[in-house]
């Protein structure tokens, strides 16, 4: 990739290792599915009005529910419970893992030697950090981190869906404003042109179901946070909240949401997937370092070496030497 293309993934993986930190500061006045909740009505809310909708179908119902409300209502209750934004931001990578052995499953997409040896790899470090319960990682919280990170596989495999129809959409639409545009004018259109338009109806249609994704999941967010938060839904909850927790609400949708999805959007359709992707890696490093800066977070020997199996399982699983599904 090219250098701006590289320091703005680095700053996109920034941006979500250090959100971690914001949450648990939203987290201090508000309870975690209503801050989720208010996370996706401002992520929505006004950018629907303006974005095209993408297809309403089993397929981005998936993704609301996987990769919005059970990731994140997960998240946030994991650290309500006392997970610590370094840990939780290592742990959740176990989603990589399990999207894998879910594109495998459903998709019938191959899977690598090195790909199953990373899995044990991390498998490892979970282990390390299960042994290590309590304190910075309670076991209530570690297995709503594991929920959350088995929704946002999912949320995977729904977005891989809807992209590849995006695309294909959009290519078609694309093709067919190029043929028009190169009949009235009568002159040949360039592929660069094209490829161009395609790249930025891509990047659109990312955006687009987000915003719609996540005005799906608001809905079920606040209904949940009605149900079981009812005690929090008073005016004294958002007139006594803090400025650090409205300024941190403010920092989770549109600087890690929409920004954040929004770069990484268009990183995607500039560049291949393989190239972009192992940036994400950087997120738990961030995720951390801004933890045990920011929050006091305290680094143990567990911690670290749970930290070198996982991303080491991460580096292994991101090594293409692919095998016939029939040899698992």
């Not at 996370?39 to 297809?55: D, G, I, N, S």
Request: aromatic content about 12%.
């Amino acid at each position: 990739m090219s250098p701006i293309y590289t320091a703005l993934a680095v700053l996109v993986t920034f941006i979500w290792g250090v959100n971690f930190t914001f949450i648990a500061w939203g987290l201090e006045s508000f309870p975690p599915l209503m801050l989720t909740a208010l996370r996706f009505f401002f992520t929505a809310v006004p950018l629907v009005l303006f974005l095209k909708p993408p297809k309403f179908n089993r397929t981005l119902f998936i993704y609301a529910i996987g990769t919005f409300v059970m990731q994140y209502a997960f998240v946030f209750t994991a650290m309500h419970l006392g997970s610590s934004p370094g840990l939780t931001a290592l742990l959740l990578q176990i989603q990589i893992f399990i999207t894998v052995l879910l594109a495998y499953f459903i998709l019938g997409e191959a899977v690598s030697r090195m790909q199953i040896v990373g899995m044990l790899v991390g498998v490892l470090g979970l282990s390390v950090i299960a042994l290590n319960l309590g304190g910075d990682m309670p076991l209530a919280g570690f297995i709503c981190i594991l929920i959350a990170a088995i929704g946002w596989s999912f949320g995977n495999i729904a977005s891989k869906q809807a992209s590849k129809q995006a695309s294909k959409q959009a290519s078609e639409k694309a093709s067919e404003q190029t043929a028009l545009k190169a009949t009235q004018q009568g002159t040949r259109v360039s592929v660069a042109t094209s490829s161009t338009g395609k790249n930025k109806a891509s990047a659109l249609s990312a955006l687009a179901l987000v915003v719609w994704g996540g005005l799906i999941a608001c809905v079920m967010l606040t209904i949940s946070s009605l149900t079981f938060e009812t005690d929090a839904w008073q005016l004294a909850t958002f007139t006594e909240a803090s400025l650090k927790s409205w300024l941190s609400l403010g920092f989770i949708v549109y600087i890690s949401t929409l920004i954040g999805f929004g770069l990484w959007a268009h990183l995607l359709s500039q560049n291949t997937a393989s190239k972009v992707m192992p940036f994400a890696l950087l997120v738990p490093v961030f995720g951390m370092v801004t933890s045990v800066l920011l929050t006091g977070e305290v680094v143990t020997w567990w911690k670290m070496l749970a930290m070198m199996l996982i991303l080491s399982g991460l580096l292994l699983a991101n090594v293409k030497i692919k095998m016939k599904r029939k040899a698992i």
